[in-house]
Each structure stands twice: as C-alpha cells, then as structure tokens.
C-alpha cells in the first residue's frame, strides 16, 4: 500500500460527510424545520465547513508523506 494512501481515503470520507452536512443545513435553511439533532442551518453549516476543513488537511498530510517516500526511495510493497 502506497504511504499516505489511509490518509487520502480518510480524506475524501470526510469530505463527503463534509458535504452532506452542509447540504443539511442549506435544505434546513430553506425549509425552515429541525431536522436531526435539533441543530439550526448555521450549525450544520458549520460543521461542513469544520469537516471540509480537517479533510483538507488530511489529505495534505497524506501528500506530503507519499511526496517524501518517493523522494527518499522507500516504499513497502
């Protein structure tokens, strides 16, 4: 497995859950009712945006370290 390849995955999880939960706070927003856990848009939207975030550097994380095992030539098969 290639380094920094959990990461990646990790990532682009999270920034899926990311999407979903600012989805939930614009139909929220829209709509004008509580879904979930009684959380309002601006919280939602916060989350995502919290989620996003973090995903972002996940996945930076996880290319730098597959940046440097490919600079140092070590990789594990």
């Given amino acids: ?13 999270l920034a899926g859950v990311g999407c979903l939960c600012g989805m939930m706070g614009l139909l929220e927003g829209l709509t ?3 879904y979930g856990w009684g959380l309002s ?6 989350g995502g945006i919290l989620a996003l ?3 972002l550097f996940v996945l930076v ?4 370290s597959f940046e440097k095992s490919r600079l140092s030539g070590t990789s594990k098969p």
């Fill in 61 to 64: 994380d996880g290319m730098v």
């Fill in 1 to 13: 497995m290639e380094p920094g390849f959990k990461r990646t995955t990790i990532a682009r999880i």
């Fill in 41 to 46: 848009a601006h919280g939602w939207g916060t």
């Fill in 53 to 55: 975030l973090i995903a």
């Fill in 32 to 34: 004008k009712h509580e």
